[in-house]
């Protein structure tokens, strides 16, 4: 039997890799596909904690949140394309003409 | 002696399973250039073994003789990959659909084993999951093998795959609405018994309209015609297996034929009843199966020289414009209907 | 023993496919690698006895939202990233990252770890308390989704039509006129 903590430290781990891919990557595709990675982590750990309460509203959840994270990301996909026709680049460096 | 029969006939169940798949492919090269040539007044494969019985063994060893071709700019990995993961899902697809009832094996068995690789209770949802990722096995082919033809028949077969998935998952959800259940098992068992002692409580009469399009979004689900444009000779020079050859071009068509029996075993399950019929014995129920796949198989087959094949554009209009309305709209009156009917 | 196994076959393939994603150069690699890492997060849910969101992130993350990822990656030849550039560039190796970067990390995944494992009840096993025909029941969760939960449903929907037309607006080509 698996203690819920191992299941929590998982989900903590994914969290902080997705975390580090949206800080250190340059490319706009590798940040979503790591802010995917954070929506999973988070995930799992409504399942585990809603498996160990023996409650439902878990899983209810993260059909909300599967739900939210594929409008975000076609949304996300449709900026990048948008942005990409402008610049011709992926990297985030290139779109920092507002900046001071 | 209980304990270890048990494991050994699973074995042997998916064993049987599994060759019959690989078998079946090669069986349906044949049966489908033999029909092809009776329907065309011909005869079809003939020379090679007694009236051309021998052919897809032929087949095969061509094909495993030819080089093993890789084009300079593909992608090493995803080349070889990307035909691995369609005859994996193919396979993976099948291995939840059930095809015979519960059966001790005329008293091998002391419990009753049940005859099908697994039973999920969320078996119709698995079957879906797994073809919606067999749209990678050729999005990939497509894109590593580093060509124009291959791109444009890749992102054309996996765009229609995607499309008509919507039309099958909810004519899907009207039958699950019918049988209260996602068990594939449970909703053939649903489909027991008959009306009036003679006509049997199928659903392909109970929803003939979400039969006709679950059955077109299943040809559709496995790029046969009348909807392969994007492999279509005449096209896109075969589209995204163009640049594949030998064993992992043979593995394309093989997922294919793989696919076709798995559509036509899940629309047997579904809406003919699976293993049940009037008056045959439950131990029986797999070769009554067996005749309803193989019903399927030949309409596949006779649709495919009939009719005349779909330009792209017509089939995604149809896809997006007339069969998922249609499929939405049916869902609808059905869950009006069983509201109704319950209350 | 063949759950923990599982367990930490599943875990391992998570970690290590998303510590690949993020550190792969070629975009093509990552969303593959994300995708393997779906897989083993669905397999874990299907050991917490939730068949339904296992199938589930199959069918939408694994199956849909990674082809919308894919196409995007195809349709934009994202190039692979220079390897040269990537060396010289790579955050990891500015001197200030390098140094406190890593040990901040370091240190709040042991911290982490460390407070999760203290907590007494939370070193329970997951499926003690409650039993396992509650939570994998379909049926029921339909039933909350659209009696309980009929708000977050319908404002969900609205979400996605919303969704579905700023992207088409967004992703369209502009027309100089």
């Known amino acids: ?30 940040i979503l596909l790591s802010v995917e990675i954070m929506l999973n982590a988070v995930n799992l750990t409504f399942v585990a904690f809603g498996r160990y309460a023996g409650d439902l509203d878990g899983q209810i959840i993260t059909f909300f949140v599967m739900t939210v ?28 003409s507002l900046k001071w | 002696m209980e304990p270890y029969i048990r494991p050994v006939v699973i074995g042997a169940m998916i064993f049987i399973v599994f060759n019959l798949l690989i078998v079946a492919s090669a069986i349906l090269v044949l049966a489908e250039r033999k029909i092809m040539g009776f329907m065309q007044q011909r005869y079809g494969p003939y020379l090679v073994g007694p009236h051309g019985m021998l052919q897809p063994i032929a087949d095969i060893l061509k094909l495993v003789f030819k080089e093993e071709l890789r084009p300079k700019g593909a992608d090493k990995w995803l080349f070889t990959l990307a035909p691995v993961l369609s005859i994996v899902t193919a396979f993976v697809a099948f291995a939840t ?41 050729i999005v990939l082919a497509g ?86 444009f994007p492999e279509a000779e005449q096209e896109l020079v075969a ?45 029986y129920g797999w070769i009554v199966f067996l005749a309803k796949v193989s019903v399927f198989l030949f309409v596949y087959i006779w649709m495919r020289w009939t009719v005349p094949r779909y330009r792209y554009d017509q089939l995604m209009k149809f896809g997006w414009k007339y069969l998922f309305p249609a499929s939405v709209l049916n869902l609808i009156a059905t869950a009006a209907l069983v509201l109704y009917f319950n209350a | 023993m063949p759950e923990t196994v599982t367990f930490y076959l599943f875990a391992a393939l998570a970690v290590g496919a998303s510590a690949l994603v993020i550190a792969q150069r070629n975009p093509m690699y990552s969303v593959l690698l994300l995708i393997a890492s779906f897989g083993a997060l669905s397999g874990l849910y299907i050991l917490l006895d939730a068949p339904f969101v296992a199938v589930a992130q199959i069918i939408i993350y694994a199956g849909a939202i990674m082809v919308l990822f894919l196409f995007v990656v195809m349709l934009l030849n994202a190039p692979k990233e220079d390897a040269a550039e990537w060396d010289r560039a790579h955050p990891l190796r500015a001197p200030g990252v390098a140094r406190w970067g890593t040990l901040l990390a370091g ?44 708000f977050a449903f319908e404002a969900t929907s609205i979400l996605i039509l919303v969704a579905m037309v700023g992207a088409v607006v967004l992703a369209r080509r502009e027309d100089n006129q």
């Open chain 3, 107 to 150: 240190l709040l995944i042991v911290q982490l770890t460390s407070a999760l494992m203290a907590v007494n009840e939370y070193n329970t096993p997951v499926g003690a308390q409650s039993d396992a025909t509650t939570v994998n029941s379909v049926a029921d969760m339909g039933r909350a989704i659209f009696t309980r939960h009929t």
């Open chain 1, 1 to 30: 039997m698996i203690p819920l903590s191992h299941y929590l430290i998982l989900s903590a781990t994914l969290f902080a890799i997705g975390a580090a891919g949206v800080f250190l990557r340059k490319n706009l595709i590798t």
């Open chain 2, 143 to 228: 894109w590593a093998s580093n060509s124009k033809y291959s791109l444009f028949g890749g992102l054309r077969a996996s765009a229609q795959m995607i499309s008509y998935e919507l039309a099958y998952a909810t004519s899907l959800a009207a039958v699950i609405l019918l049988a209260g259940s996602l068990s594939l098992r449970e909703v053939v068992d649903s489909q027991q018994g008959t009306w009036f002692g003679a006509l049997p409580q199928w659903y392909l009469f109970l929803q003939p309209i979400g039969f006709i399009i679950y059955v077109i979004a299943g040809v559709a689900e496995t790029n046969r015609a009348p909807f392969d």
């Open chain 2, 239 to 283: 589209g995204y297996n163009t640049e594949y050859s030998s064993v992992r071009f043979a593995l394309f068509p093989q997922a294919e034929y793989i696919n076709m029996v798995t559509m036509s075993a899940v629309a047997t399950d579904l809406y003919l009843g699976g293993w049940h019929f009037p008056g045959v014995p439950p131990e």
């Open chain 1, 69 to 96: 994270a594929a409008a975000e990301a076609a949304v996300g996909l449709a900026l990048v394309i948008a942005l990409f026709r402008h610049r011709e680049s992926l990297n985030p460096d290139a779109f920092t």
């Open chain 2, 97 to 137: 659909v059930p095809f015979g009832a519960e059966t001790t094996l005329f008293g091998l068995l002391d419990e009753p084993i049940k005859l099908g690789i697994s039973d999920v209770n969320v078996g119709v949802l698995v079957v879906f999951a797994v073809t919606s990722m067999g749209v990678y096995g």
